[in-house]
């Protein structure tokens, strides 16, 4: 049965399928031809998938991140970066990064980042003077930070895969990498921009200006301090808070910001709406996969085999990196954490690896293969959002994928990177 399941999944990406069909489809297929279970059991392994409580804070965190986009808020925190940096060489480049890690402790998603500041910012970069494909691919890269900082949808999932991991923690272990992460692409622009000369023609505002800008950033900013501060302090959980998120975005837009109106909520939901679907589509389609896999006995007998070879943690850790960029090379963080944790996070724990350090591997990994060929996301939204191929984002990535793989070495040879700040916040 596993061999019809990896084969029927293969030939269906190959084919173009969307994943979600690609794995519920091999799923059915195997089923059917390799076993004696009735269909009706994928469906219910589907349902089971999504049957839980932390699941429902990820439609609620899309949708407050909807009604913030809709509020004007990616304007505002576009001028807010753009005011200490835009006037430097390179400094739109700087804007495009600072502004889309800022936008990430509101979406928790790299393709919203992507599709909300990012687009704008590849506009106004292209008016600056800046090649177009260079700053479609800056965007590519500078939204990796969407899934790492907090709150993260990815984060939520891989905590529903490895009971030794709280939402909470994984959201305090993503700030440092999340910032490395936007630091590197911060460098790379720096050379490039240097190399290229990218100069600004725009002067720094006055005082008066930047502190105006800056009053109305705070408000969305502090989307992220009630989260993470009123998980940290126990007032709400992960789930609540994406409620509670929901609620302050709609007091933002409606009476800080002023510019969401009542006819634009439909709108918004149904965009939300239909993000959480695809999502949520995903989701059980990966439980569906992962039960096949675990019936089939294909997780015990991986773990067997690695745990075989006796590897210390560290080539442990570098295995699982060449194996996770491998992958994402083809699949998406979501289903990549559905089907990959539960195989080896056990594996990681036994060798004695701190469970918030091999989560943010593993994260970073995955979301890392959002900015790979053939099937990286974030590659094709960026191409649609600004009419460019594929091909010409390609050509521009060198650098940023050099910088985003320096990162992800640092974090797996440093744990502190990932476990000081969860430790120290109690976690």
Sequence with gaps: ????????????????????????????????????YPQIVVVKEM??????????????????????????????LLR????FVGHLRGGLGYANVISSTMFAGISGSALADAAGPGAMMIR?????????????????????????????????????????????SLFMAGVIPGLLLAFGSLAANGYVSWKRDYRSVDAR??????????GMALPALGLIVLIVGGIRGGIFTPTEASVIAVFYALFCGFFIYRALRLRDLPGLILRAALISSAVLLILGAARAFAWVLVIEGV??????????????????LLAVNVLLLLFGLFMDPLPGVMILVPILAPISHALGIAPDHFAIVVIVNLTLGLTTPPVGSLIFVVSSAVNLSPAALIREMPPFFLANFL????????????????????F
């Design 407 to 426: 990162v992800l070495m640092l974090l797996t040879f440093v744990p502190a990177l990932s476990t000081w700040l969860p430790k120290i916040s109690g």
């Design 299 to 316: 997780p015990q007998f991986l773990a067997e085999t690695i745990i075989s070879w006796e590897l210390s943690p560290i080539l442990f």
């Design 1 to 36: 049965m596993a061999e019809i399941l990896f084969l029927s999944l293969f030939v269906l990406m190959v084919l173009g399928l969307p994943v979600a069909f690609a794995m519920a489809i091999s799923v059915f297929a195997a089923i059917g031809l390799g076993s004696s």
């Design 80 to 83: 807010f970066a753009a005011q």
């Design 124 to 168: 106004m970069m292209e008016k600056g003077g800046y090649d177009r494909s260079y700053a479609g691919a800056l965007t590519i890269s500078s939204a990796v930070v969407g899934p790492i900082i907090p709150p993260s949808i990815v984060m939520i999932i891989y905590a529903l895969q490895d009971q030794e991991v709280s939402v909470g």
């Design 205 to 214: 505002p006055d005082r008066a200006q930047m502190w105006r800008n800056t």
């Design 47 to 76: 349902f089971s998938g999504l049957d839980s409580f932390p699941l429902l804070a990820v439609p609620f965190f899309i949708l407050a991140a909807e009604i913030m986009t809709g509020g004007a808020i990616t304007h505002t």
